[in-house]
């Protein structure tokens, strides 16, 4: 079972909370966010992804970014001086997960806590935790065991033993879902059996896999928590932006967010040995005796909605929509921000998030203040871009 948490810690991380997790007595960090070693091929600009974690550095922290980025480096700090954003300053243009064992002193902080960084950094219950959790095959068994609400689902240690009679008796829509997958890689809807079993044949017969009912819904939440003094602490709750099953981006606040629905789980984990963010997908689906939720999967690390909550956080920021734009620009000094970036004494405005893939041409922003300037905002952005 879940270790014992008090009612009195179970609210979101306030802005206060967070200023003295930032102050002195913290140890510093070496921030390595490279997301190489978790992602999908073929995402356009992956490789650049290591400058988000910068707007959550904080002086003093070490953070390792990739050296197509360093071309950037002057504009992007003199964006984050002018909205008020305090970050690192001490850069490693150096992507290396070797790189982290060369600070023994410094906190690591890593995207996602896999076997490059078990092997430079040890650290065998995050690990565990991370590997097991990872699997939503074994999310599902979790859940199971703990009484977290999720979708029917059936699961099958290799996909090659999946029989006909599965197909039979399987729900239409359903979801195949590969149990490891990112970035919506490897997840097939099927409205019919020959559907299923051309999405079943895409796959290795030893991959686990598992069928799934379709949720009926189009809402989705994300529910951040943060492992801190051995405890699940909640940090956000966002509704996701989808395109289909790919991330688009998440929008703040969410009205009374189902947190009791995934602390079993988040308990259990911290407990297990979690380290750093990790958050839960959940479904939001409206039935005739009220809203059911439930859960969809576990992202144990940093995910898209980290990095614009963590920086809303920073800044006090408490309506914000986080978005991705497609840019025509491949520089970031070429991208004119003028009256529409963030002003601190408005608590309106774009803040540049992901600005690495600028490179490949695109962006994620952070929208400050309520949706009707969100909207204005996007608008006047997608004009400049």
């Known amino acids: 079972m879940g270790v014992s948490i008090n009612d009195s810690a179970r609210h979101p991380l306030s802005n206060a909370d967070l200023a003295g997790m930032i102050g002195p007595a913290r140890a510093p960090r070496i921030l390595n966010h490279d997301i190489m070693g978790c992602t999908a091929e073929g995402v356009l600009g992956n490789h650049l992804y290591s400058g988000r974690a910068l707007g959550v550095s904080d002086p003093g922290d070490l953070i390792q970014l990739h050296p197509d980025l360093k071309p950037h480096w002057p504009v992007i700090c003199d964006h984050y001086r002018r909205i008020g954003l305090s970050h690192s300053r001490e850069v490693i243009w150096n992507i290396d997960p070797g790189r982290l064992a060369d600070y023994p002193e410094h906190t690591p902080s890593v995207f996602y806590f896999g076997a490059a960084e078990q092997r430079k950094r040890p650290d065998e219950r995050w690990y565990r935790a991370v590997d097991y959790i990872n699997s939503k095959n074994q999310f599902m068994a979790l859940a199971e065991d703990l009484g977290v609400p999720v979708p029917r689902t059936r699961c099958f240690e290799a996909a090659g033993r999946i029989k ?11 979801y195949l879902k590969a149990a490891v997958s990112v970035s919506g890689v490897g997840i097939y809807r099927c409205e019919h059996q020959e559907a299923l079993r051309a999405a079943i044949a895409t796959f290795a017969p030893d991959t686990p896999v598992q069928i799934q009912d379709e949720v009926p819904t189009d809402s989705f939440l994300n529910l951040q928590y943060e492992a801190l003094d051995g405890r699940a602490e909640r940090v956000a709750a966002t509704e996701q ?14 009205p009374a967010p189902p947190w009791p629905v995934v602390e079993p789980m988040a308990d259990w984990l911290v407990a297990q040995g979690m380290q750093g963010v990790f958050a839960f997908d959940v479904a939001v689906v409206h039935r005739d005796q009220g809203l059911e939720y439930l859960a969809i999967e576990c992202n144990p690390r940093w995910n898209g909605a980290s990095y614009p909550t963590k920086i809303a956080h920073k800044l006090a920021i408490e309506q914000w929509l986080a978005r991705a734009f497609p840019t025509q620009h491949r520089r970031l000094a ?52």
């Open 164 to 174: 006909d009679v599965d197909l039979h008796v399987a729900p239409y829509p359903c």
């Open 241 to 254: 932006v989808l395109d289909g099953c790919v991330h688009q981006g998440n929008r703040h606040p969410v």
């Open 334 to 385: 070429e991208i004119d921000l003028t009256g529409i970036e963030y002003d601190p004494s408005t608590g309106e405005g774009v803040i540049l998030v992901n600005w690495g893939p600028v490179l490949v041409g695109k962006l994620l922003v952070l929208l400050a203040g309520p949706p009707e300037r969100q909207q204005a905002l996007a608008q006047a952005l997608s004009q400049r871009l």
